[in-house]
């Protein structure tokens, strides 16, 4: 009986506390799912039901998370080990049979028996629950909190639509209208699907159709929309019985309008339209102009971004490759599709495609011109802009500009970048009938006549030869204990004591980098072909005379032939002259009046700081305010966002002063802004200047002056 009665109580003790668990989680699922309900409600108006499969939810991933099922006897017996000492940490004994237990373990099963009908039921069982309803309470406070708040939005039912929100104050609803419902239908290439609002300030997609349904209040009135281009929208009732008119319009730019009710107008309200722009194309590689050196591969990697707001429709490159010279150049378009599929109309395309150079026809000398063309749901059509790539002409650079006679000149001491090429191809062609030994020797040889036009163009730059390259300092100083540490010993091993041998030619700064180039490619010429690669090296050579060409065009300069002699200075008679009949130069400048809009913006600022101070103002400050009426309207009508309010401040303040009225400061102030921000900022006025110090014949030319002065 001991041992069932012992086992009964631990098994009760656990259902207690699975039972305990899952209440609790059930309680706090149930509270989030009423807050969460009351927000999806509010943020995307669906339906209450929607709590239901929230709690279910929330219910499961909890009981998962949980997993009240998993505590045992064992569990519990530990539980019990652990909190009542007691027990003395035998309660483990309760769940073995009796035939098992030894004699004293029979006899501390029974002590832990007695100790365990002494103990009431454990406080830490019902705690989770305790907790979890103080939470529901809570949360059932916070959803009816939300619930009563008068929070409104723009619901929509798409999770894709964009959000194009009215994010403006409780607007005044016009006298005699019981309620608005306005329909905003977006175009189909937006996406977008059909949403209401209960408000007149709209934000809109270019090309929406807009329906007002006005409900009037007390009878049918004659009710119609005033836009700012003068254009009027009738609101029509659909029958005699009904209560509601309606009307609809395309919206196609930015503006505001006004509501009459019965000849009485309204506020002002705005338009504010979403332009549609077109796609945006950003090219990351290649570089806008490009030349493919010989031996290089003939082919463009063209990576590039296609975006658009409302999605990509499409998006090719269009190639044209010219060929030829002179009258005899010859263009051929091609449209190169690339690999990406635009089904989706995405938003966004990375998009990438490998373009082989010979599988287009084109040959050396030949330039590709290319630019990317992408087209937007709303078939809008953007082109990237051009980028060039150019393939080498081999046969044009080998022509040299010393042969006379069909008879190349080779100098016997410096071969020139050209007959180190011819040379190196000729060694290629010749590889398969040389020795090995023979091979390297003659590789090696054309390194070392790369080697010397290295140095002699290396001379143009200030370079002296390669011996002594460490300085005055011997390599082994260095190693001297006694300059350990010292920074004079590094720099008198690495650095010169002299000038910047660069820097003592004559050269721009464009041709010392194109020079520099030049030898880079030098080289690489050079390493490839002492390491017995040729056929490496021959890019590099290529490039480096390609460059060399470019430098001896810049080198031509042009001087123009003078004909006529001027006549020779006498220095007997320099600051002899008679300066007194020479007077002190005079500058006169007239400064423009201010014209046009900004005269009317400055006046209507001008008058309204009046009004700040006195009630009423002259006739002519009223005409300045009317002229700045039309001026604030013609703004707003393209940005309302900014331009609105300022109207409408200042179209009060001129029916308060027509009424005899004070203008409010307020008013005052808003409409100041918006014409604070039409006025052009002034144009900069003269400013005393540095004066710069005087050189030696400056100064000694004014003080020849203070002489004859004197």
């Excluded at 006498?570 to 007077?583: F, Q």
């Amino acid at each position: 009986m001991r041992e069932v009665s012992g086992i009964n109580i631990i098994q009760t003790l656990r259902k207690k506390w699975i039972t305990n668990s899952v209440i609790a989680i059930v309680f706090i699922s149930a509270g989030c799912a009423f807050v969460a309900g009351i927000l999806l409600y509010k943020l995307f108006a669906l339906p209450p039901w929607f709590i239901i499969p929230s709690f279910i939810g929330l219910c499961a991933a909890l009981l998962f998370a949980k997993r009240p099922w998993q505590i045992t006897n064992t569990v519990v017996t530990s539980f019990l080990n652990t909190n009542y000492s007691e027990l003395e940490e035998s309660c483990g004994l309760l769940l073995k049979p009796v035939n098992e237990l030894n004699l004293l373990e029979t006899l501390q099963a029974e002590r832990t028996f007695a100790a365990l009908l002494q103990i009431t039921s454990p406080k830490q069982l019902t705690r989770p629950l305790r907790t979890s309803s103080i939470t529901l309470l809570l949360l059932c406070a916070v959803g009816a909190g939300l619930a009563v708040v008068p929070v409104h939005f723009n619901h929509s039912s798409n999770n894709n639509n964009k959000s194009v929100t009215n994010n403006t104050p409780t607007e005044k609803i016009p006298q005699g209208i019981q309620s608005v419902k306005v329909t905003i239908v977006p175009p189909a290439y937006t996406k977008h699907t059909q949403r209401e609002q209960n408000q007149f300030n709209l934000k809109v997609e270019e090309g929406s159709i807009v329906a007002w349904e006005v409900e009037p209040g007390g009878g049918q009135k004659n009710i119609r929309l005033l836009f700012n281009d003068s254009t009027t929208q009738q609101l029509h009732y659909t029958n005699n019985q009904s209560k509601a008119c309606r009307a609809v319009k395309t919206i196609t730019s930015s503006g505001f309008y006004q509501v009459m009710v019965d000849g009485k107008l309204s506020e002002f309200y705005r338009i504010e339209m979403i332009k549609d722009q077109p796609p945006v194309i950003t090219i990351t590689s290649p570089k806008p102009n490009i030349t493919i050196e010989y031996g290089e591969p003939q082919r463009i990697n063209i990576n590039a971004v296609v975006a658009d707001d409302y999605g990509v429709k499409a998006a090719s490159v269009v190639a044209t490759i010219a060929s030829g010279s002179g009258e005899a150049v010859k263009f051929k378009e091609q449209n190169i599709t690339f690999a990406t599929s635009f089904n989706r109309q995405l938003e966004q395309y990375q998009l990438q495609k490998m373009v082989d150079l010979a599988a287009l026809g084109m040959q050396p000398a030949d330039e590709l011109y290319f630019y990317i063309k992408a087209t937007d749901n709303n078939n809008q059509e953007k082109r990237s802009d051009m980028y060039i790539v150019t393939l080498a002409d081999t046969a044009q650079l080998m022509e040299s500009d010393v042969l006379l006679g069909n008879v190349k000149l080779k100098p016997e001491f410096f071969r020139s970048e050209r007959q180190i090429i011819i040379e190196t191809e000729q060694l290629l062609k010749d590889k398969d009938t040389l020795r090995v030994e023979d091979f390297k020797n003659r590789s090696n040889n054309l390194g070392i006549d790369q080697k010397l036009l290295r140095l002699r163009y290396g001379k143009f730059l200030g370079e002296e030869n390669e011996s002594n390259e460490g300085g005055d300092v011997e390599a082994g100083d260095l190693n001297d204990p006694k300059n350990f540490g010292k920074a004079s010993a590094i720099l008198d091993a690495f650095s010169d004591k002299h000038d910047n041998a660069e820097d003592a030619t004559f050269f721009t700064d464009d041709i010392k980098q194109q020079l520099k180039a030049t030898l880079t490619e030098m080289w690489g010429a050079e390493m490839r072909l002492r390491t017995f690669k040729p056929q490496d090296a021959l890019p590099y050579e290529y490039k480096a005379l390609r460059l060399l060409k470019d430098l001896q065009q810049k080198s031509r300069v042009y001087v123009a032939k003078t004909t006529s002699k001027t006549t020779p200075l006498k220095p007997e008679k320099r600051l002899t002259g008679d300066l007194s009949k020479i007077i002190e130069p005079q500058t006169q400048t007239t400064i423009p009046q201010v014209t046009g809009v900004n005269q009317t913006v400055a006046a209507s600022l001008s008058a309204l700081e009046e009004l700040k101070v006195t009630p009423h103002i002259t006739v002519n400050d009223m005409q300045v305010l009317q002229q700045a009426l039309q001026v604030v309207s013609n703004k707003a009508a393209a940005e309302p966002a900014v331009y609105l309010q300022g109207l409408q401040s200042l179209k009060k303040i001129l029916e308060t002063l027509q009424g005899g009225g004070k203008a409010s400061l307020t008013d005052i102030q808003t409409a100041e802004s918006a014409l604070q921000k039409i006025i052009a900022a002034p144009g900069q006025l003269p400013q005393k200047t540095v004066a710069q110090p005087y050189n030696q014949l400056q100064q000694q030319y004014f003080k020849n002056l203070q002489k004859a002065n004197n």
